[in-house]
């Protein structure tokens, strides 16, 4: 199983960016697609965007625009850049390792702490 750390959050204005890491160990990143979820203040984890091992991204349509996801398999990492920040997108960041039933994304059991993100107005 893949074990993964995000980090790169911070306290950012709004309309600044950040760019968030998720760093895997194992051998096996290469082969897992890997997603970006968020929690934010008074709502469940949503999913926001994921890619496929071999690169092919996908996101929810309310973060189109202004998120990209990628990956270095090479450094065993996945990334999520967040341009135009807004206060809504205050949260916790997380990453993990999914597999796709269909359109279905169903992310590992296990989940790492997250990184904190907050947009300042």
């Known amino acids: 199983q893949v074990q993964l750390v995000e980090s790169g959050g911070g306290l950012v204005q709004e309309g600044g960016s950040l760019r968030l890491s998720c760093a895997a160990s194992?051998?096996?990143?290469?082969?897992?697609?890997v997603a970006w979820y968020r929690q934010t203040p008074g709502k469940q984890r949503e999913l926001v965007a994921h890619?496929?091992?071999?690169?092919?991204?996908h996101y929810v349509d309310s973060v189109k625009g202004r998120f990209t996801i990628s990956r270095d398999n090479s450094k065993n990492t996945a990334y999520l850049q967040i341009d135009s920040l807004k206060p809504e997108d205050t949260g916790v960041y997380y990453c993990?390792?999914?597999?796709?039933?269909?359109?279905?994304?169903?992310?590992?059991?296990?989940w790492g702490r997250g990184t904190q993100v907050t947009v300042s107005s």
């Open positions: 194992g051998s096996a990143f290469s082969l897992n697609a």
């Open positions: 993990n390792t999914i597999s796709l039933a269909g359109t279905v994304v169903v992310p590992q059991e296990d």
């Open positions: 890619i496929s091992g071999g690169g092919r991204p």
